[in-house]
């Protein structure tokens, strides 16, 4: 039997792999908590060819070890509230000690080269007051990114960095302003810091950012990132005087799924090294840059993953390991490097790779106890012309696969726009297939990991060339015998919810929809998502004053009168992302019109409430698609 809705319960995550010099790998463990939501995490060592716990959990998260070994920091929430701290423990073992205190708790850390400093990012709010309990407040609203998916209200708070002495109790805040500043790293004498900020002209409009380096004492940033529109991570030279960075020079390209890879001097233009064939994957790995000048790094192409190498002064790119699986969350150390490894057999698991001969292997296989009553099913990738331009997709078989019968077979439409199915394990399709269903996973013109100007193919165009993509590979997989081209169905989540409603509104030929958290109304969200105006204005080709006509020519819900098939909506409450009032009107609409059409509310759940909701919830969201389809698709 394949994987089943209940499953998601037993299915344990991997992330932050962390590589000491001396082999072993401390790494990010969640399992899912039955009674209540974000599962519990805890800190795993790999050592001596074998895993066990490292700290007691039950959130702990984010392990680093100290340049020198002999520590690991980590993320775990304070003692008196969810807001994560900085914790400190040796690698020989004994008691974590918490080393931070910092009112908006703490985003992220990394340790200074002589091990005995931290710079943390912190959220800070100079205009938060407290009040009595149990009296109202009221929130004054200044711009436009006033809020965020899945942290609720942000008003004028802002990611700082500090620099904490562990040796004092007073920390040092290196940086203010109407900007976030993300992403720190110490150079390697100690005496800056480089990071990521926001904080730039039309921060509200746009979601452009830049590399800026600070004295580790204070004082006056410098920019560093000429050229660039966009920057997502940054790592230091041995020596110094230079930095790469993983980002994008064209301004049309936001999206961190398509990066380059530039090498950065301080009063140079940044210089791009890689990414031209395939693109990087963020972020980029601290110790990224090794003594011989080579750059380490993960890089995606046609959705699989690569381990690389390029020479810091350009040149060939080097493939040290590559194809049919997924990499991510990279950690770099001399001539060893682990990361996080999927593939469509198997969720992500600790994979370390020795960069002299390529060869690697797995430290774990967290997902066994699952993967041995539930084996994945079979994939093949599917590949045709359209107008120029090659479209790959991905078929997935139902378990006992026989030719000679006929299967449904449901359209599986990812979210984004510039989001990509890969080489990796995908619970949704596991489940459709599971339950006899072909399974056709897409990725459009629009989808990432096909270069540039494949991405860009999608801007102001949603609804149409993705759209005739998506109908190209639907016809072209029910040429095949075994497609029963009476029983189609489609699914897909936030652009995929668009493209779903999109479908039926265009489209007659499939009997059932699953549609979640969809975009159904672009001029109502560009001024209700908490990304509304950048994306929408990146996406869309303008504002929701000077492009009225445009917005809901390509909306779903001016085609609600024409849609015929049964639509279940699936939206969680508190989604700023795709705001739920997406799903209202076009439940309303298709309603009003006698439609067959079901909406099914998620309290207390965020855009990614699949991935991070309370449990009941996530299984709920696919036990009902697979009930709508099995009553639909029989």
């Given at each position: 039997m394949s994987l089943q809705p209940a499953d998601v319960h037993d299915l344990t995550s991997v992330s932050s792999p962390s590589l000491s010099a001396d082999g072993s790998v401390i790494y990010g463990q969640t399992v899912t908590n039955a009674e209540r939501s974000g599962g519990e995490s805890k800190l795993m060592i790999h050592n001596d060819g074998e895993s066990r716990p490292f700290s007691s959990g039950p959130k702990d998260s984010s392990p680093c070890h100290s340049p020198d070994g002999a520590l690991v920091g980590f993320l775990r929430p304070g003692a008196d509230d969810e807001k994560k701290q900085v914790w400190v423990i040796s690698t020989a073992g004994g008691e974590a000690r918490q080393v931070s205190c910092l009112k908006g708790g703490v985003q992220g850390f990394a340790w200074a080269p002589g091990a005995d400093r931290l710079v943390v990012v912190s959220r800070v709010d100079p205009d938060m007051v407290e009040t009595e309990d149990g009296q109202p407040q009221t929130q004054v609203v200044q711009r436009i990114r006033y809020r965020g998916d899945g942290e609720g209200w942000r008003?004028?708070?802002?990611?700082?960095?500090?620099?904490?002495?562990?040796?004092?109790?007073?920390?040092?805040?290196?940086?203010?302003?109407?900007?976030?500043?993300?992403?720190?790293?110490?150079?390697?004498?100690?005496?800056?810091?480089?990071?990521?900020?926001d904080e730039v002209e039309g921060r509200d409009f746009s979601r452009h950012s830049e590399i800026r380096v600070i004295p580790a004492a204070g004082g006056e940033s410098i920019r560093w990132s000429e050229g660039m529109s966009r920057v997502g991570s940054v790592a230091w030279s041995h020596d110094g005087n230079h930095l790469v960075a993983a980002g994008s020079h064209d301004p049309d390209v936001w999206d961190p799924r398509q990066s380059w890879l530039f090498v950065l001097t301080h009063g140079l233009s940044a210089r791009a090294v890689a990414g031209m064939t395939r693109t990087?994957?963020?972020?980029?790995?601290?110790?990224?840059?090794?003594?011989?000048?080579?750059?380490?790094?993960?890089?995606?192409?046609?959705?699989?993953?690569?381990?690389?190498?390029?020479?810091?002064?350009?040149?060939?790119?080097?493939?040290?390991?590559?194809?049919?699986?997924?990499?991510?969350?990279?950690?770099?150390?001399?001539?060893?490097?682990?990361?996080?490894?999927?593939?469509p057999e198997r969720p992500g698991d600790i994979f370390q790779v020795d960069l002299q001969d390529g060869s690697g292997h797995f430290n774990t296989e967290v997902n066994a106890h699952v993967l041995n009553d539930r084996p994945p099913v079979m994939v093949e990738k599917v590949t045709f012309d359209r107008n120029d331009l090659e479209i790959q997709a991905r078929l997935l078989f139902p378990d006992g696969f026989d030719a000679s019968k006929q299967y449904p077979l449901i359209l599986e439409i990812h979210g984004g726009?510039?989001?990509?199915?890969?080489?990796?394990?995908?619970?949704?399709?596991?489940?459709?297939?599971?339950?006899?269903?072909?399974?056709?996973?897409?990725?459009?013109?629009?989808?990432?990991?096909?270069?540039?100007?494949?991405?860009?193919?999608?801007?102001?165009?949603?609804?149409?060339?993705?759209?005739?993509?998506?109908m190209a590979a639907v016809d072209l997989v029910c040429e095949r015998p075994y497609v029963d081209?009476?029983?189609?169905?489609?699914?897909?989540?936030?652009?995929?919810?668009?493209?779903?409603?999109?479908?039926?509104?265009?489209?007659?030929?499939?009997?059932?929809?699953?549609?979640?958290?969809?975009?159904?109304?672009?001029?109502?969200?560009?001024?209700?998502?908490?990304?509304?105006?950048?994306?929408?204005?990146?996406?869309?080709?303008?504002?929701?004053?000077?492009?009225?006509?445009?917005?809901?020519?390509?909306?779903p819900l001016t085609y609600a009168a024409e849609v015929k098939t049964p639509a279940l909506l699936l939206h969680g409450e508190q989604d700023y992302r795709c705001p739920i009032e997406q799903s209202e009107q076009f439940f309303v609409a298709l309603k009003r019109q006698n439609k067959d059409v079901e909406f099914v509310r998620f309290p207390e759940s965020?855009?990614?409430?699949?991935q991070a909701a309370h449990p009941k919830l996530r299984q709920e969201y696919y036990q009902r698609m697979v009930d709508w389809f099995a009553k639909y698709l029989s």
């Open positions: 008003g004028n708070a802002f990611s700082q960095l500090f620099v904490l002495d562990l040796a004092s109790d007073e920390p040092l805040q290196l940086t203010d302003g109407e900007g976030d500043h993300l992403a720190p790293v110490w150079s390697p004498e100690g005496d800056r810091i480089a990071y990521v900020t990087i994957v963020q972020p980029i790995a601290q110790g990224c840059w090794t003594q011989n000048d080579d750059l380490i790094y993960i890089a995606d192409h046609a959705g699989e993953s690569y381990l690389c190498s390029v020479h810091a002064d350009g040149g060939e790119e080097e493939i040290i390991l590559g194809g049919e699986r997924t990499l991510t969350a990279l950690c770099v150390q001399q001539d060893d490097a682990v990361a996080v490894a999927g593939s726009p510039n989001g990509r199915f890969s080489d990796s394990y995908d619970v949704t399709q596991q489940i459709l297939s599971g339950r006899g269903y072909l399974v056709l996973a897409v990725n459009p013109r629009g989808s990432s990991s096909y270069g540039p100007d494949f991405l860009k193919a999608v801007l102001r165009d949603w609804g149409g060339e993705d759209f005739l993509d998506l081209t009476d029983r189609l169905g489609v699914h897909g989540y936030s652009y995929g919810g668009f493209m779903s409603s999109w479908i039926i509104g265009h489209d007659h030929r499939f009997k059932a929809a699953v549609i979640g958290a969809p975009c159904i109304n672009l001029h109502s969200m560009y001024g209700t998502s908490d990304i509304g105006v950048s994306f929408g204005e990146n996406q869309w080709g303008g504002s929701s004053i000077e492009n009225v006509a445009a917005l809901l020519e390509r909306s965020a855009h990614g409430f699949q």
